[in-house]
């Protein structure tokens, strides 16, 4: 089973500081743990709020668009990793072992098929299907 491993932003990642080459060497050691362990499907860091935008739906077919920086630190994301474990257990596990001196990070579990249930028609299973061939074929993985 898949998990999101969420880095939550702070003031120092939200101010566009670049991790040093002591705090890159170390998580370049984690990340190649994770990869030998062969558990890493996806990881990356995201840049501050100012680079981004947020996109707020209100009724059908209306959308407004609002630019960042974000005021409210604590409800953004710096980065992430996406972990195929064995249990939650396990993705707290390695979670524990990021090289982080201070921050938090959230586990949420990536929603699978059978969470869906009846909704997720035969149909929908198979565009759901050729979508992610399609994507393989774009990007590669």
């Not at 100012?50 to 209306?62: M, N, Q």
Request: glycine fraction near 10%.
């Amino acid at each position: 089973m898949k998990y999101m491993v969420i880095v939550k932003a702070d003031q120092e990642s939200e101010a566009g500081a670049v991790p040093s080459e002591q705090e890159l060497a170390e998580m370049t050691r984690y990340n190649e743990e994770l990869v030998a362990a062969g558990v890493m499907v996806d990881g990356n860091g995201l840049l501050e709020s100012r680079l981004g935008a947020r996109v707020k739906f209100s009724g059908k077919g209306s959308t407004t668009v609002v630019d960042g920086p974000f005021t409210e630190t604590k409800e953004l994301v710096a980065g992430y990793w996406i972990l195929d474990v064995a249990s939650r257990e396990e993705a707290i596990e390695w979670a524990r072992r990021i090289p982080f001196e201070s921050g938090e990070v959230e586990i949420r579990k990536v929603a699978e098929e059978a969470d869906f249930g009846e909704n997720l028609t035969p149909e929908l299973r198979e565009a759901e299907q050729r979508m992610r061939e399609q994507i393989t074929q774009q990007h590669g993985g």
